[in-house]
């Protein structure tokens, strides 16, 4: 029993608690760089993988959204052979007065695979293109920061709808800021024009953006860039 007491044994006791603590200021580290970037005003930031109008949504039995996490499964159904399942426990935000009601919200999702990392449903009607909030930075790879804080894809020709002519996409963020909307087509899941608050249906430009050789998104090559669009590169200068 004296061996208990001794000193190597308290001192081998301190060093195996301090392994302890390091290995969890560690582990709290490392899920501290898996959250997602800050983004002004308490937002973050996080790629959205599909964006897209819902047909109908059926929240499971007891479905609540509690401290922004489900409380129970919520079946997404997005046309007659797609159903997205947000299974109980997954983090998200609910922003559809009319949740239930047929052709009412949009969901944009942030997924791995097919399971739903996080989602937020929020108003929108059945249409080729939905209407996003403005462009707040063009970031690399072929994706946009929009102003709620979603990363989205972009065109490799992205117009720019307004009366103001501005020189490029990057011009165009920097003058009109929050004012401003960006255009989704949903087919191609990219941002494929931007419009400025005083414009008119007649008046557009348009901006090649060159998405870099890494680029993971899915850009139209179909398009020829108009005289005088400028490239990314050409913006920076």
Request: net charge negative; charged share 20%.
């Amino acid at each position: 029993m004296r061996q208990f007491f001794t000193l190597r044994f308290w001192l081998t006791l301190a060093a195996l608690a301090g392994l302890a603590l390091a290995a969890l200021a560690v582990a709290r580290s490392q899920e501290g760089d898996a959250a997602p970037t800050v983004v002004g005003e308490g937002r973050t930031s996080r790629q959205m993988d599909l964006v897209t109008w819902v047909y109908t949504i059926v929240p499971g039995d007891g479905f609540a959204m509690v401290d922004g996490r489900t409380t129970a499964d919520l079946a997404v159904v997005l046309d007659g052979t797609r159903t997205m399942r947000i299974v109980k426990g997954t983090e998200g935000e609910i922003d559809c007065p009319s949740l239930t009601v047929p052709g009412h919200c949009m969901i944009a999702a942030d997924l791995l695979g097919d399971a739903v990392l996080w989602f937020s449903i929020v108003e929108g009607r059945p249409s080729a293109t939905l209407t996003l909030p403005a462009v707040r930075e063009v970031l690399d790879d072929g994706w946009l920061l929009l102003a709620n804080g979603w990363e989205v894809r972009h065109a490799s020709v992205v117009d720019r709808v307004c009366d103001d002519d501005t020189a490029s996409l990057t011009e165009f963020i920097r003058t009109f800021g929050d004012e401003a909307t960006s255009t989704f087509d949903v087919e191609r899941q990219q941002v494929v024009k931007v419009t400025c608050p005083r414009a008119t249906a007649t008046t557009s430009t348009s901006t090649t953006v060159d998405p870099g050789p890494t680029s993971t998104g899915p850009l139209d090559t179909g398009s020829t860039p108009l005289a005088g669009e400028e490239t990314l590169d050409d913006e920076a200068g």
